[in-house]
């Protein structure tokens, strides 16, 4: 059974950088792309940033591009997202995801297993 557990979010101002993290167990990174999402009150879920487990190959929203990295720690089953110069606009819940197909992680598709989520709230 594939299950997520993010960590890290915080109240945090603008500016400043965060790191979440996110342990992963019952699958193997390898075959699978891993994902952050957040969500806001009222809001469809959106991509954040995706990574291929086969080729460490990413993909960035627009909005996060330059701010935010992904990455993974095979050896800890650990998937990071570090976010830095946080804007109040990037206060959501984010979500860890993961997906079996490794086609379309671009388009932020195929993620059917969530994490629980964590709250990061960025003040002005």
């Known amino acids: 059974e594939v299950q997520l557990v993010e960590s890290g979010g915080a109240l945090v101002q603008a500016g400043g950088s965060l790191r979440l993290s996110c342990a992963a167990s019952?699958?193997?990174?390898?075959?699978?792309?891993l994902g952050w999402f957040r969500q806001v009150p009222g809001a469809r879920r959106e991509g954040v940033a995706t990574?291929?487990?086969?080729?460490?190959?990413?993909h960035y929203a627009d909005a996060v591009k330059g701010r935010f990295t992904i990455s993974i720690d095979n050896a800890k089953s650990m998937v990071y997202l570090q976010m830095n110069s946080l804007k109040v606009e990037d206060t959501a819940v984010y979500y860890c995801a993961a997906s079996d197909r490794l086609a379309r992680l671009d388009e932020f598709l195929g993620f059917e297993s969530w994490g629980q989520g964590t709250q990061v709230t960025v003040s002005s």
């Open positions: 990574i291929s487990g086969s080729d460490g190959s990413t």
């Open positions: 019952g699958f193997s990174f390898d075959r699978y792309g």
